[in-house]
């Protein structure tokens, strides 16, 4: 028995003494490109506008602070937000975020009021300047402009009081705040609202920005930022045709619907194949929109051929415009295009998870049909660290999209 | 016989996976300090699942055998291009074994053996980056042998044993649905009795060197009417209704061992087994469910295992009448290739290594422990069809101790 208690004893020894098992860690490497002050400049998508509206939750779960907090690892030294200091939410049209709701076994996205208190918050700190310069609504020029109007003088931080919550001062424009904290790296995805304000008014509201003036604006923006020889990176314009908002309604298929064209004799006309019918009918054609000459579906929530064609020559002209400026002061380049597409047509399994464009069930999307999920924000987010790593020879980790926030059933 | 009826009655025990794929070589104490050797050996009873060919030569009267292990495991993963790491939280597995033989007359011997060669333990935390391939996974089989033996000669012996197999598997998967902070989750069940045989030869070259080849079959774990329970937010439950069903199948392979033995001289004995494991008949893991829908498809699984050999060394020494130590080694290649490694079973290559020893209280009674190291050798790789990859690392300590009476 002796021998037992002695071999007892070895056993629990050597149980006791269980050596830690190896992990393989990542190695982070900066490749000496100086990373300690990151800027994002941007719109509703560098901001973390999200479920149609921007609030605390969407903004540390947006792209751009996703990629801050990657950043981290290679030398970042935080990255100052501009948040929203309640938990409710303001969206551009004063409703709160979307939330999916059950009415009739079907699931709809259903806004609350917004709170407009969150546009009177000043959370400008000059001692601790805002490095998310994401301002939802901005346009290639948003970022140059300082008064917007002359009679009666505005500035662009009255005009838009997603700005006008963090500006330096009244008379700023986004670009000087970036430029005033002297970024050490800096992200640059400005253009989608070139081409998206006009496409979500259905072509009846606002403009595209013609072309060269978008490679003008962006000349400038570029030489600005990068001449003294900063880094970043930046990211093209996806085609339109890749968000659910405007490709959701008709995903199943052709509808010969009637519409409102004051274009031809009697105003209306039945839809033509390859035309865009946008999100926000979906009630309208409940209500039985559409179906008769009696209640077209009214122009604005449609786009004809000759409005697409605008967008999608606009886009591709941005697309080249973003390429050639990133070719000339050696930037990172995501194609974002490229990446919204893929998410269109394939998908993305990621972790046991896939993710596609489809409104609502798709991942991807939030219940806007238009900005990301957090998880859709990681995936982009990773799409730049892919391009930064690329071009700059470092090593950044990717973040781990499941971890980020989703569509809520109830 | 009562003997055989308590250790019958001790089965509500669950199970843990250490070797490669989902088997647990762990049958017996003798054999797992010799690196698991023993099909060119008669070390007793255990010889029901090593070699039923080795009891036709049963000097003994009557042997009977039992012990348990415990599995302490842990498995380490890091993710691809990425800071995120996880570590297993599994539960602590207890395979166990009970042999029984007895010579029928000069030619029989009818023995019974009931086993936990395969099965597959592993928690890893709820909320990890994989939980949608894999949260925790508990699969058992026990396996009764009744086993007939006969004496052909002096020199070659024959077996063969019926193994009756009870198979349960018991699983977790989050779906990626979310309702507040609450995710979905599917958790699938089943159990089944499924058949297969082993047999074997063993031939006594000499007083001093032993061969056995020893074959166990395929067992198709045939799973019908398994519970598919979904945890999903309400507005989504006609899509994943409840009181669902499964049908599934899970191979356990078949194994051909092929072992030595030679006693070098009175106190030191050597063994050595080559096994190559059918893992191919794993080609993929299909749930059906009874009820789909448009968003719950039938859940299909590449697995493509390959066939694997494991070498295996073991040494015995007999220092006094009382006291017998013995150690083995041995080297267990993975089934899985590179772009088929899931999280569920995590395999790579793995190092055993073994001591162990058998203290005889009597003439009849001996106390049997063992202790098995397992190193897995790290691997990045990762499963493709859900495209989550990294490295891993694995051990696990396996100590045990048991009994073995004969007269």
């Known amino acids: ?410 | 016989m009562q003997k055989i009826i308590i250790v019958v009655a001790f089965l509500a025990l669950c199970l843990n996976s250490k070797a490669e794929g989902y088997q647990v070589n762990a049958q017996s104490h003798k054999n797992i300090a010799m690196g698991h050797t023993g099909t060119g050996l008669s070390l007793g009873a255990s010889s029901v699942h090593f070699n039923p060919g080795a009891l036709g030569l049963m000097e003994k009267k009557y042997d009977f055998s039992l012990g348990g292990i415990l599995v302490l495991s842990d498995v380490a993963f890091s993710k691809q291009n990425s800071t995120y790491q996880a570590n297993t939280e599994s539960p602590t597995g207890t395979p166990f074994y009970f042999y029984g033989a007895a010579k029928l007359n000069d030619k029989f011997v009818a023995s019974l053996g009931v086993t936990t060669p395969y099965g597959n333990s592993l928690a890893w935390n709820k909320e990890w980056d994989g939980r949608y391939l894999i949260q925790d996974i508990s699969l058992k089989a026990i396996v009764a042998q009744p086993t007939l033996s006969y004496k052909i000669s002096d020199k070659l012996g024959f077996g063969i044993g019926a193994m009756i197999v009870y198979g349960a598997v018991d699983l977790n998967r989050a779906l990626p649905v979310q309702n507040g902070n609450e995710e979905g989750s599917v958790n699938l069940s089943g159990s089944t009795v499924s058949l297969g045989f082993n047999t074997g030869l063993y031939y006594k070259v000499s007083d001093a060197f032993s061969l056995g080849l020893n074959y166990r079959s395929k067992v198709a774990m045939k799973m019908e009417d398994g519970d598919a329970d979904f945890n999903v937010p309400a507005s989504l439950s006609a899509s994943f209704p409840a009181g669902n069903k499964f049908d599934a199948e899970l191979p356990l392979p078949a194994n051909l061992t092929l072992g030595a033995g030679f006693k070098v001289n009175d106190k030191l004995t050597l063994a050595c087994d080559l096994q190559y494991v059918f893992w191919n008949a794993y080609d993929e893991l299909v749930f059906d469910f009874e009820m789909n829908t448009p968003q719950l498809a039938d859940s299909r699984n590449p697995r493509e295992y390959e066939n694997t050999l494991i070498y295996r060394l073991g040494a015995q020494y007999t220092f006094t009448d009382k006291l017998t130590v013995r150690a083995g080694v041995y080297y267990d290649e993975t089934p899985i290739s590179d772009n088929y490694l899931n999280p569920e079973t995590p395999g790579m290559n793995k190092v055993g290594l073994s001591i162990g020893g058998s203290f005889n209280i009597n003439d009849k009674l001996s106390v049997d422990a063992s202790l098995l190291y397992i190193y897995g050798i790290e691997r990045e790789a990762g499963y493709e069809p859900a495209n989550f990859y990294g490295t891993y690392n694995s051990q696990a300590f396996l100590p045990g101790i048991g009994f073995s009476y004969s007269f």
């Open chain 1, 1 to 410: 028995m002796q021998k037992i208690k002695y071999l007892a004893l070895v056993l629990s020894i050597v149980l006791f003494t269980q050596c830690e098992l190896d992990h393989d860690d990542f190695q982070a490497s900066s490749a000496d490109v100086d990373f300690s002050h990151f800027v994002a400049l941007g719109d509703s998508y560098t901001a973390g506008y999200t479920d149609g509206a921007l609030g605390r939750s969407g903004q540390e779960n947006g792209f751009s602070y996703i990629l801050a907090k990657q950043l981290e690892y290679v030398g970042s030294e935080g990255y100052v937000q501009p948040l929203v200091q309640s938990s409710s939410s303001i969206g551009s049209a004063g409703n709160s975020y979307y939330q999916l709701k059950a009415a009739n076994s079907s699931l709809s996205p259903v806004p609350g009021i917004g709170d407009q208190a969150i546009f009177a918050e000043r959370v400008y700190d000059a001692s601790n300047p805002v490095q998310n310069l994401g301002v939802p609504g901005a346009k290639s020029f948003h970022l140059l402009a300082t008064a917007v109007s002359a009679e009666p003088l505005m500035y662009y931080s009255q005009a838009n009081p997603f700005f006008g919550r963090f500006a330096s001062s009244t008379e700023t424009s986004i670009i000087a705040d970036a430029v005033a904290q002297n970024p050490t790296f800096i992200s640059l995805w400005i253009g989608n609202n070139d081409v998206l304000t006009y496409a979500l008014a259905g072509g009846e509201a606002d403009a595209v920005t013609p072309a060269e003036q978008y490679a003008q604006y962006l000349s400038v923006i570029a030489s600005t930022l990068f001449a003294n020889g900063t880094k970043g990176v930046i990211a093209t314009i996806p085609d339109i045709e890749t968000i659910p908002y405007i490709n959701y309604i008709l995903s199943n298929g052709f509808l010969p619907l009637v519409i409102e064209d004051d274009q031809v004799p009697g105003g209306i006309r039945q839809l033509v194949e390859g035309e865009k019918v946008l999100l926000p009918a979906s009630t309208l054609l409940q209500a039985g929109y559409g179906q008769s000459a009696e209640m077209p579906l009214p122009a604005e929530y449609v786009l004809d051929l000759e409005e697409i064609q605008n967008i999608k020559t606009a886009t591709i002209a941005y697309n080249q415009t973003i390429a050639t400026i990133a070719s000339q002061y050696n930037l990172a380049l995501v194609d974002l295009n490229a990446v919204m597409n893929k998410a269109h047509t394939q998908g993305y399994i990621i972790d046991g998870n896939v993710y596609n464009s489809t409104f609502v069930s798709g991942g991807v999307f939030s219940l806007d049909g238009i900005h990301a999920t957090g998880r859709g924000s990681a995936i982009i987010a990773n799409e730049f660290i892919k391009a930064i790593n690329h071009t700059y020879n470092c090593s950044i980790p990717y973040a781990t999209v499941n971890e980020y926030s989703a569509v809520v059933y109830p």
